[in-house]
């Protein structure tokens, strides 16, 4: 069926283009390479060594419309020179109709909620953190939806909903390159069947209050970070619990910058008791950020995100001997400091998080330098520390690497 609906898309993209009036030819080239720098050798003979990412991306981008309607096809060919395998990357491709009343998308499109700055509550649509711990440029944290979302708008409220009909999960760093916890060997990962009962729907409704954009979520589906289930004592199979979240945001200019309050409740509907521990317990998250522009071209903003995790005692008795044990209060700061020079054609960034309870930490300078206004280059580092293999970050601590990143966009 997703195959049936990347086609009807593909098919409704060259009809739209057959009759628009504006259509519009764009892309880029690009190389990116990341290399670790700690003198570890992943042991993988396909993709093992020092390499985390290298290859070539060529997108393509084609964006038309007529009357009400519009569409869009960005298509990457990628060439991985790790495994040496070739594929093409839809990375989105829609149809937009706009009425009086409601606007309307259908395909492949990558959607964006909430107020965090790489970090996530209620924007519960798919990422790709093996591109984030590689150094690959920002953009590809972001995957697409297969998706439908409907929008609409008035002075009252704006709502928006998506529909998600297949299940895509977060896509996490393979251990074939990276070094990472994982104390049993993966022998299978169940996701949910496309089943109409399995379909995901996000509700938001949204309106400016006292000078504040203030929304409210609402999420149904399913965990996109799996969780694992023993199938002998050496062996597990992952699979991803259903989920439902219920959250809010309000962001507004406050003493000179911008101040964030996100929260949202995780309903974990498969273990309401919190006593399976191969299942994430119901938990709180929140985030409070606050962003400003100090002088001229720079900008500094902070944020503290917590994730409390509700009936923690049946959590713990569940436990098996041994079982590494998450924390009750799960706790991160996050800094990201930004410099322009040169008339906004060199750029100096530092991102990072510290986490107070894991004590782990994973900070990414980078610099990056418009050549031309076709050509660009960026270069970073990015450094995981920690020293408890089995926290987030710290897990991480053998694959620090540098990475860069050259694009020609036409």
Partial sequence: ???????????????????????????????????????????????????????????????????????????????????????????????????????????????????????????????????????QPMEYLKTGSDAIKIASYSDTISTELVIIPFFEPYTLPDPKRFFMYSPMTIINSEKPRNELENTETALRLYRQIQGFDTTIYVYRGFYKTPGMRPASLTEAVLFYPHLSVYGFSVQGNFANGVLGIEGGYYDSRDDRNGDDFTTPNSATKYILGYSRQFWTDFTAGVQYYGEYMHQY???????????????NLHQLITLRLTQMLKYNTLRLSLFSFYSPDDKDCFIIPEIRYNITDSLWTEAGFNFFGGKDTMTFFGQFDKNDNLFATLRYEF
């Avoid at 005692?313 to 924390?327: I, R, V």
Wanted: hydrophobic letters at 35%.
């Fill in 1 to 135: 069926m997703k195959t049936l609906l990347f086609t009807i898309t593909i098919i409704l993209t060259i009809s739209c283009a057959s009759y628009a009036q504006d259509i519009t030819f764009h892309g880029f080239i690009q190389s990116n390479i990341s290399s670790r720098i700690t003198g570890k050798e992943t042991p993988d003979p396909s993709e093992g060594g020092d390499f985390l990412s290298g290859g070539d991306k060529i997108r393509a981008e084609v964006t038309g419309g007529s009357g009400d309607s519009d569409f869009a096809l960005k298509a990457d060919l990628v060439h991985d020179s790790i495994s040496g395998n070739d594929e093409v990357n839809i990375r989105e491709g829609y149809i937009d109709y706009r009425s009086t009343n409601y606007d309307l998308r259908i395909g492949r499109q990558i959607i964006t909620w909430g107020i965090g700055d790489l970090l996530f509550i209620n924007d519960i649509y798919p990422k790709n953190y093996s591109a984030l711990f590689s150094g």
């Fill in 313 to 327: 005692n049946n959590y713990e008795s569940s436990l098996p001997a041994g079982m590494p044990k998450t924390d």
